[in-house]
């Protein structure tokens, strides 16, 4: 069955460095979504993402945030001047169209910063 | 403010008996509703999925929609040990989903 593929499984960072957290959707999926989960939490929407541009972000989204599709295949999450409230899981999920169609959901980047 | 309320449990059940979990939400303009798994340290698996009023089911597990109510629910039948999981109710409008913090379920062998 097609998954969606998240990298790295784990990312350590210093405070106040940059981020890229990877993701390659399931190929015939056309919308794109990221999440994060702080540990005990609940899972929080932060982005979705069709036709190379923001479809729709939550008010965690801000400008230390930004996301691209530099390629056919992966999808990325560039998270600037991390803070130790940045630590988190990240996840990535595809679905094949709006309006709600069913998302699949990666295996997550567990990012600790330090 | 855009809000799903989940009893948080934990939710203890004996295997073989039917769990029944719900899920609340403020969003008016919701569209579809998702029921996901998620194990300890582990991603969101979709369980259901349902975006009209009443009843769908899927081999042990129904959903249900009452969008007049603002309220979604989720039974498991014949639960097993294996379901013992935390149960997330997702709401979603126009790409914008939202999770409930979810509900712990133990199913007690």
């Known amino acids: 069955e097609p998954e969606v593929t998240q990298t790295p499984s784990h990312q350590v960072t210093q405070m106040g460095q940059e981020v890229i957290l990877r993701c390659v959707p399931i190929?015939?999926?056309?919308?794109f979504y990221w999440y994060r989960q702080i540990l005990g939490q609940k899972v929080e929407f932060l982005v979705s993402?069709?036709?190379?541009?923001?479809?729709?972000k939550s008010e965690i989204f801000d400008d230390q945030f930004s996301v691209e599709r530099p390629d056919g295949s992966n999808f990325t999450l560039k998270i600037r001047s991390t803070k130790l409230e940045d630590s988190a899981m990240y996840f990535c999920?595809?679905?094949?169209?709006?309006?709600?169609?069913?998302?699949?959901f990666g295996d997550g980047t567990r990012l600790s910063i330090l | 403010q855009k809000e799903v309320e989940q009893n948080s449990g934990p939710l203890s059940v004996p295997e073989g008996a039917i769990a029944s979990l719900n899920c609340t939400y403020s969003?008016?303009?919701?569209?579809?509703f998702f029921w996901y798994r998620q194990y300890s340290g582990k991603s969101p698996e979709l369980i259901m999925f349902?975006?009209?009023?009443g009843d769908k089911e899927d081999g042990r597990f129904t959903a249900q929609l009452n969008k007049a109510s603002q309220y979604v629910s989720l039974l498991i039948r014949d639960s097993q040990p294996s379901d013992s999981a935390t149960y997330l109710c997702?709401?979603?409008?126009?790409?914008?989903?939202?999770f409930g913090a979810g509900t712990r379920l133990t199913v007690k062998p």
């Open positions: 993402f069709y036709n190379n541009e923001i479809s729709e």
């Open positions: 969003d008016r303009g919701s569209q579809s």
């Open positions: 999920a595809s679905s094949t169209g709006t309006g709600g169609q069913p998302q699949h």
């Open positions: 997702a709401v979603n409008n126009n790409n914008d989903m939202r």
């Open positions: 349902i975006y009209s009023n």
């Open positions: 190929s015939n999926h056309l919308y």
